[in-house]
């Protein structure tokens, strides 16, 4: 079979970048694959970095999407430790490390995200850590251990998991952050007190509604952490968990339509024909939702750039999937289906008893509707059921209501309600 002479180039070496180059073989494609990296390491998965990488669970290398074999055996060029540094749509080429220039014919921006830095004084000072790599992972396990006093700064996914991690290792853990309940702007007030009351019954200290001012340092090395009421919380180790930034530098300066990342439509082509993007980078139009979100998750960096190889290949490609995650704090495993702004509910209905009732582990679904429209549903510690809650989720969205009682009643299955 003669070799396509065409280059197809992936900018960002992580999951969303492998798996396009997966796909573009799995479909076929003979040409030229590159695929830049701006780490050092193999490419890799992040959710094991706060999960059981981070926990001294899983090895280093059960991280890692494929060996070095792998992209040799896929004929897969990569260029580690290596950024792209500019550019130029016009002549359809890309510049590595200010040096090397690669033409391409297609072009895919995987490039992620940056973790959100916390401006504050103090903030550079060592013992201050962030979670976004397998080095940032590497350099806080070697810092928790048995009585090591933690501040995380941040209620979100990555500081609640990092937090139970801390907890497993003996820490005292204190959490800091600026809304009243952790998750609260993803879950609401109904769903965001499970995890309160989970990490409670696990010796984690909450401040909430509380801001940090500085983070207090003795000869560069961290202290403790002011926060804006005065107090002052001792600590040895301060994880700062408040969010990322999607990567976009380079999208910007090649002069790309930006809104939240960069712009996308429902096949993840940007506003260039011959450059797509997916993964935490891309704001893209979802069929689904009728409107651009961008999702920085593990499931959209998977099914984003499978989607966005066939796309790249001239398959006809609508990208429509229910927004998806995970999350395992403790002995708690959850995974939630579907996308609701903050107040974009009327209801929550709960399957099952959310409740830390006699210590248990509570096992439930709750689901978040409007006019009685299933919008997105949680199921916690109740498995196989997210192909039902998916369905439901998609009929919610097309207009199609649902009896919160029925909903409720664990008597009724799930896929009759879905249809």
Known sequence: ?????????????????????????????????????????????????????????????????HDEEWYAAHNVELFLDCRATNLHPGTRTVTLDNVTELRYDKLLLATGSWVRDLRVPG????????????????????????????????????????????????CPVTVVEVAPLPLWRVLGDEVAVVFRDLHAAHGVV????????????????????????????????????????????????????????????????????????????????????GKRIRMEHWANALGGGAAAARAMLGRSVVYDPVP?????????????????EPGGYDQVVFRGDPSFADGRVPEFIAFWLKDGRVLAGMNVNV????????????????????????????????DDLAG
């Open 383 to 414: 498995w196989d059921v997210v192909d039902d809650i998916q369905r439901l989720v998609r009929a919610g969205y097309a207009g199609r209501s649902v009896d919160p009682a029925k909903l409720a009643d664990p008597a009724v299955p799930l």
């Open 1 to 65: 079979m003669e070799r396509d002479q065409r280059t197809f180039v992936i900018v960002g070496a992580s999951l969303a970048g492998v798996t396009a180059a997966e796909t573009l073989r799995a479909e076929g494609f003979t040409g030229r694959i590159v695929l830049v990296g701006e780490e050092r390491e193999l490419p890799y998965e992040r959710p094991p970095l706060s999960k059981g990488y981070l926990l001294g669970n899983d090895p280093r290398e059960r991280a890692l999407l």
């Open 123 to 170: 903030s550079a000072a060592r013992g201050v850590h962030h979670l976004r790599t397998l080095d940032d992972a590497d350099a806080l396990r070697a810092a928790l251990s048995e009585g090591v006093r933690v501040v995380v700064i941040g209620a979100g996914w990555i500081g609640l998991e990092t937090a139970a991690a801390a907890r497993a290792y003996g």
């Open 324 to 340: 998806y995650f995970y999350s395992d704090q403790y002995d708690l495993g959850m995974e939630y289906s579907g996308y609701v």
């Open 206 to 289: 909450f401040r909430f509604d509380t801001a940090v001012s500085a983070i207090r340092s003795r000869d560069g090395r961290a202290t403790g952490v002011l926060l804006d009421d005065g107090t002052e919380l001792a600590a040895d180790v301060v994880v700062v968990g408040v969010g990322v930034l999607p990567a976009t530098e380079l999208a910007e300066a090649a002069g790309l339509a930006m809104h939240d990342g960069v712009v996308t439509d429902g096949s993840l082509r940007t506003s260039d024909p011959d450059i797509y993007a997916c993964g935490d980078v891309a704001s893209s139009f979802h069929p689904l939702l």
